[in-house]
């Protein structure tokens, strides 16, 4: 019995690190910065019901849900990610690193923000 509770145990405290931990060497910035770098890739990984129709076509939009299937379509440049709280911005960020990406900066946004 005692040697079935320990794997439950660790895959519980597992998911509550990947989650929760934040992702060191990632830089927040404002949505005014982006707008005025001109080398970044800019990718929004909020919900579709919440990013809709509030950005130009400088945006990705790829929701955390679809990365596993998209991430291969986002180029080898530095990306900047747009996101709705911390955990999605640690969730996407160890993803797309793990990945082979280059995280540069993100932004925690609303859903007022234009792009």
């Known amino acids: 019995m005692f040697y079935m509770v320990i794997p439950i145990i660790v895959l519980i405290i597992g998911n509550i690190l990947k989650r929760y931990v934040p992702v060191l060497h990632v830089a927040h910035i404002s949505i005014e910065q982006v707008r005025q770098s ?23 939009c790829i929701p955390y ?22 955990v999605d911005r640690n969730l996407s960020v160890r993803f797309l ?6 995280i540069q900066s993100y932004s925690v946004a609303t859903n007022k923000v234009k792009l």
């Open 38 to 60: 001109e080398d970044v890739i800019v990718i929004d990984v909020r919900d579709y019901t919440e990013s809709h129709g509030n950005h130009t076509s400088k945006v990705m």
């Open 97 to 102: 690193n793990k990945k082979g990406f280059c």
């Open 65 to 86: 849900a679809y990365l596993k299937r998209y991430y291969y379509e986002i180029p080898n440049k530095p990306i900047h990610l747009i996101v709705h709280n911390k």
